[in-house]
């Protein structure tokens, strides 16, 4: 059932926004300092500004990767006569290492099927609803260190304060400290929703962008969109066995109803 509880913390629901952009007076500066949540809120908005794209260095990731061959025991590529041979020989290396890893003790891995959800309790009293077809990776073990997980698909979680907490997603990370979002990481685009507190969200190319409560970005063709969540909504609506789109392509609409029902529309 949706909460009905009003998730902004201020009166004036653009305030947290505009202080994000520079757009206060000394007022209402004065307004979002004083509020308990402010550190956590200028931790998060100094992360997001500071983020860029790592450097890549093609001689150091031919380096880590054969270190992690050797790590994971997986025998050294004999020379091949064709460069495509010795190309699927590499990504069968790679897929081999990922696998050997995320076989480790320690690692917890939650799958969905089509038309299926799950509700999953992490550790420390983080919670995560994982919608159909989807996946999240974690090390509980870790956890105490390391509040981390890996997602492909959609994902909606309640993230108790405290250490910084890290989606990761082949398209973007999102980074917060406790608040409620939700996540689509899905090959036809990728969707962040806030609907508590704040979240800084980093894309695979280098953008980044900070979200309040009442806003979602949306990346599709690699288009950056900056939305409103529609008035009154306070969770995504696949929580509460339906879906919600808006200016979406119908093979899109068609893709969520064959996962969320599992359908075969052709």
Request: net charge negative; aromatic share 8%.
């Amino acid at each position: 059932m949706a909460k009905q509880e009003n998730n902004h913390p201020f009166a004036d629901e653009t305030l947290l926004a505009r202080w994000l952009s520079g757009e206060v007076n000394e007022a209402e500066r004065l307004q979002v300092e004083s509020h308990p949540d402010f550190p956590e809120w200028q931790r998060i908005a100094t992360t997001a500004a500071g983020w860029a794209p790592a450097p890549y260095a093609e001689e150091d990731a031919w380096k880590k990767l054969a270190e992690r061959k050797a790590a994971a025991k997986v025998k050294p590529l004999k020379p091949r006569s064709s460069r495509r041979k010795w190309l699927v020989g590499v990504a069968a290396a790679v897929a081999l290492i990922t696998a050997v890893i995320f076989l480790l003790p320690g690692v917890e891995s939650i799958k969905t099927n089509a038309g299926q959800r799950i509700t999953h309790e992490l550790p420390a009293g983080s919670r995560v609803e994982l919608n159909a077809v989807s996946e999240l990776r974690y090390a509980g073990k870790e956890w105490a260190n390391k509040r981390a997980v890996e997602l492909e698909g959609e994902a909606f979680f309640s993230v108790a304060k405290g250490s910084p907490f890290l989606v990761t997603t082949a398209m973007g990370t999102v980074e917060v400290l406790g608040t409620e979002f939700n996540v689509f990481a899905r090959p036809e685009g990728f969707r962040v929703a806030c609907y508590e507190g704040i979240v800084a969200v980093s894309l695979e190319d280098g953008r980044k962008d900070t979200l309040v409560a009442g806003q979602q970005l949306h990346l599709s063709q690699g288009q950056l969109l900056l939305d409103t969540i529609p008035p009154q909504t306070t969770t995504p609506g696949w929580l509460e066995g339906g879906i919600r789109y808006r200016d979406a392509a119908p093979e899109e609409v068609f893709q969520e109803m064959e996962r969320q029902f599992g359908l075969s529309i052709n």
